[in-house]
């Protein structure tokens, strides 16, 4: 289905990566916005929360961040796209309800404009010590899509990315920016509506007596009947049978949870979106995501001057995790080299694939800038021994 | 012959879970005559619950959209639902500990923003379904699981509280004016704006046999005994007024409703009439 024209503002535009956010949100379908102000995000709200009457889009400053959560999901149990943006401190306010959004099967997109930690940390410098947290922040098991862009232009194309891949799998989308990226501004094209795929709710055409909520034909993920229509459905956070009805049995459990694993883990394929440069014949293959893939570059070319192939992963989905791609390459390689504005969190799951296979170097960073380039060249360097 | 009220309910999983005795099964009876009574479909009904017994009051019992959320949340989530459902009836039922203690603060802002949500808070002054904690309303001196040497905090009123906060019906009732409940229960679905109700309600398993209180009866005994109408209340002293449950209608206004505040917005700036 094609973009709404009336939230798609068409042409080249300078933007920071947080208005392009908001723009991509409202190219995508979002009307509803539930949020509560926190640096260094607010300024995705500030600017949706202007735009959007004349798209019958809105937006409600809540509460608290639990609030906005709550919100968001039960804005989209109407069928609309709905959304919330935040940082740290309301990012882990949030994970009750995004646990709530995983369960109850809700499409929503979190956005995290990520800032240094732990606590109130460096609420206006970058981090990227929310990647683990994006995974397993709420209780309980359950798979869902975080993405993280490295430029203004991602952030409006992959926000709109993440409202489709949270329409198909019917999961919350963590829309992880950091800090650099959702402050720096750069040229950002927005393609005309006509040009701008959307994937609408899969609304079921059962009539109201024959469609189940959790009943899913074979495919992986059911489909949905909106709050208001006349199903008279129930849906909850509590383990359910197809009916949505509570069932507490270990027999339910599996049937329940194991589901929300699969639909995800089944389609890991086509969710993951890499980008690869220069890996045959690498040696030391370098893997970054969000602004240090930008830094990692640099350290890359700085390191090339020595002679040493290097290849390039850079992670556009976080999770589900490549997990397929780092096994495989880690037969044939030396050594992965993982710099994040962390202190080790995506290269925990990088040295777990690779299984012993190739060496795993972490380039830690605590936050509140980025990696001196030289400090990449440096680890590549030495992982090339 | 079928109950002419058996149509609201999802006969597929009666019986409900709810204790011997407990006031849950009472409000839930009340809430299907008063939407039988102003013939409200139950397909424009969504309604949408916290956590604890008085949550399971519509979930999953009563045949509407219902959606069972978390804990403290159900009034924010709802929100989320009305200002896109404007023309559905969304309410909102659950427990003391729920929507008084947890998520309280929701509470006081939907009633501040007067979102048109219509909220029954029963109040059993107990966390029922974790077994008999204190809960924000449980009476000063009370024995309770989690105050064994009793309670030292004092309980909180909480329907005064919601009509300071801006909402534009609120009202007290137990489940033994079950009559006058009904009848409220109407004026609440038919509120344009925040419409809040707290019941009085009781849980003689948890709560009564800390009290003395040990089954159905004897509550209603007491709630009739003790209960005094707004009227009255207003001629007595502090002192008169402890351990009195004030019952009646504490508030009625008719400012807009939050979500035709927001579509009013919309439309100006759509047209170009707007600031
Ligand atoms: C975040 C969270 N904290 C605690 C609980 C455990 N819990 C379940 S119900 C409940 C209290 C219920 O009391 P109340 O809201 O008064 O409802 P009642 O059962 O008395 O009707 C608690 C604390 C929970 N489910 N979620």
Request: net charge negative; aromatic share 8%.
């Amino acid at each position: 289905m094609k973009a709404d024209p009336a939230g798609v503002l068409a042409g080249a535009h300078y933007l920071d990566g947080d208005f392009a956010c908001g723009e991509g949100a409202m190219a995508a379908g979002c009307r509803f916005v539930g949020g509560y102000p926190i640096t260094p995000s607010t300024e995705v709200v500030e600017r949706m929360s202007r735009r959007f009457p004349m798209m019958g889009g809105i937006f409600i400053q809540m509460e608290d961040e639990l609030a906005s959560m709550a919100a968001v999901v039960g804005a989209s149990w109407t069928g609309t796209k709905s959304m919330t943006v935040t940082s740290g401190p309301g990012f882990s306010l949030m994970m009750e309800n995004i646990g709530l959004g995983a369960m109850m099967e809700t499409p929503c997109v979190v956005v995290n404009v990520q800032r240094g930690g732990p606590s109130t940390g460096l609420p206006t410098m970058v981090g990227q010590a929310d990647v683990m947290q994006a995974r397993w922040g709420s209780h309980g098991d359950y798979e869902l899509i975080a993405l993280s862009p490295q430029s203004p232009q991602e952030a409006f194309d992959l926000t709109i990315t993440a409202f489709n891949l949270s329409e198909i799998y019917r999961v919350p989308v963590m829309f992880m920016l950091d800090e650099c990226v959702g402050h720096m501004t750069e040229k950002v094209v927005i393609p005309k509506a006509e040009d701008i795929e959307i994937v609408p709710r899969r609304l079921t055409k059962k009539p109201p007596g024959e469609f189940f909520p959790y009943r899913v034909n074979g495919n992986s993920v059911p489909e949905f009947a909106r709050a208001g229509d006349g199903y008279r459905f129930h849906t909850t956070g509590l383990t359910h049978d197809e009916r949505g009805y509570p069932v507490m049995s270990a027999d339910c459990q599996e049937v329940c949870v194991k589901r929300l694993l699969d639909k995800i883990n089944d389609n890991a394929d086509d969710i993951i979106m890499l980008e690869e440069e220069d890996i045959d014949g690498a040696d030391v293959v370098v893997i970054a995501f969000g602004i240090t893939a930008r830094v990692a570059r640099m350290g890359i070319e700085l390191a090339a001057k020595k002679g040493i192939k290097i290849g390039f992963i850079r992670m556009i989905t976080l999770w589900p995790f490549p997990e397929k791609r780092i096994r495989e390459l880690a037969g044939k390689i030396k050594a992965f080299v993982v710099p994040e504005i962390n202190y080790g969190q995506m290269v925990l799951e990088v040295e777990r694939c690779a299984g012993g296979k190739a060496a795993t170097v972490s380039v830690p960073h605590g936050g509140g800038g980025v990696h001196d380039p030289d400090v990449i060249r440096d680890a590549i360097v030495g992982a090339a021994k | 012959m079928e109950h002419h009220l058996l149509k609201y309910l999802r006969e597929e999983i009666l019986p409900t879970t709810h204790c011997p005795g407990c006031g849950c099964g009472q409000v839930l009876n009340a809430f299907v005559n008063a939407i039988d009574t102003l013939r409200i479909d139950p397909r424009g009904i969504i309604s949408v619950t916290g956590i604890g017994c008085s949550s399971w009051i519509p979930s999953p019992y009563f045949k509407g959209d219902t959606l069972h959320t978390t804990h403290g949340r159900a009034i924010a989530f709802a929100t989320g639902v009305k200002v896109i459902r404007p023309d559905s009836n969304v309410v909102v039922i659950a427990g003391d500990g729920d929507l008084a203690g947890i998520g309280g603060n929701h509470l006081i802002h939907a009633a501040r923003r007067n979102v048109g949500l219509t909220v029954y808070l029963v109040n059993n002054y107990i966390y029922g379904m974790t077994g008999g904690q204190v809960s924000p309303t449980t009476p000063f001196g009370v024995v309770t699981s989690t105050t064994p040497y009793t309670n030292a905090e004092y309980p909180l009123k909480i329907a005064e509280l919601v009509a300071a906060a801006g909402a534009n019906y609120v009202a007290r009732w137990t489940t033994y004016h079950i009559r006058k409940l009904i009848a409220s229960m109407e004026e609440a679905l038919q509120t344009k704006g925040f419409a809040f109700i707290e019941i009085v309600s009781q849980c003689p398993v948890a709560y009564g046999r800390r009290v003395g209180l040990r089954d159905g009866v004897a509550f209603m005994e007491y709630f009739k005994e003790n209960s005094v109408s707004v009227r009255k209340s207003k001629t007595m002293s502090e002192e008169e007024l402890e351990g009195k449950i004030v019952v009646g209608r504490l508030a009625r206004r008719e400012r807009v409703e939050f979500t035709e505040s927001l579509r009013k917005i919309i439309e100006e700036q759509r047209t170009g009439t707007g600031a």
